[in-house]
């Protein structure tokens, strides 16, 4: 008599028999996730929570501004560029929130992104105030000309700099901006606010005030 299924039931038999670790309990499902995600956003909490964040950013940097200059203080604010000062929402949801390289650096070659307004009222408070502004994203040098071109084609038209990743690497960002605002402490700057939608946008220090804006889709180490 043939048993032709008994190698698949002798392996499952012994994945079954193995220990089972806490934290292999079933996740939510992935389609339920997506699904939450969709009504977050469609509801208006994401733009409510986000304009709740920006506001508060702004409040503090308006009060912080109010304070004079330290003789020879170079003030500055350091900005993240996706879902920080643009949004890319249209694109994520047209992808089912998936991230594939090719088609994400074509769409940052269109220059496409939105504004995300209450963030670019706390730019232009700044920029109006002689602060040096300072983007530092997680986009490739090669994404240099359509976020450029992007940026000024929604209102973001005067920085000092920005620093994007090498084409290639694989550094983690949070390392990465954190080097990048230590620098330009050693430069002589303060910087006095420091805006972002990751932890890795703003861990590590060197900053003044740090607020972080909601993120529902994704999440860059």
Aim: charged share 25%; aromatic share 10%.
């Amino acid at each position: 008599m043939k048993f032709p299924r008994l190698p698949t039931l002798l392996v499952l038999s012994v994945i079954l028999a193995l220990p089972v670790s806490q934290s292999a309990s079933e996740p939510v499902n992935l389609d339920k996730a997506k699904q939450q995600v969709y009504r977050y956003v469609n509801s208006g909490e994401y733009a409510k929570d986000l304009g709740s964040v920006a506001l508060k950013a702004t409040k503090y940097l308006a009060k912080r501004l109010n304070k004079p200059a330290k003789p020879g203080e170079k003030r500055a604010i350091v900005l993240d560029i996706d879902e920080t000062a643009v949004s890319n929402l249209p694109h994520l949801m047209a992808n089912d929130f998936g991230y594939v390289p090719a088609i994400w650096h074509r769409y940052i070659a269109t220059s496409q992104a939105k504004a995300i307004v209450p963030v670019q009222i706390a730019y232009d408070m700044a920029t109006k105030a002689g602060v040096a502004v300072f983007f530092i994203t997680a986009r490739k040098e090669s994404d240099r000309a359509g976020t450029e071109k992007n940026l000024r084609d929604v209102g973001y038209d005067t920085w000092t700099k920005i620093y994007y990743q090498a084409d290639g690497s694989e550094e983690p960002a949070q390392r990465y901006k954190t080097a990048i605002r230590k620098q330009l402490v050693a430069e002589g700057y303060t910087i006095i606010l420091n805006l972002g939608d990751q932890d890795s946008d703003l861990e590590g220090g060197y900053a003044e005030k740090t607020f972080k804006l909601p993120n529902p889709i994704y999440r860059v180490k």
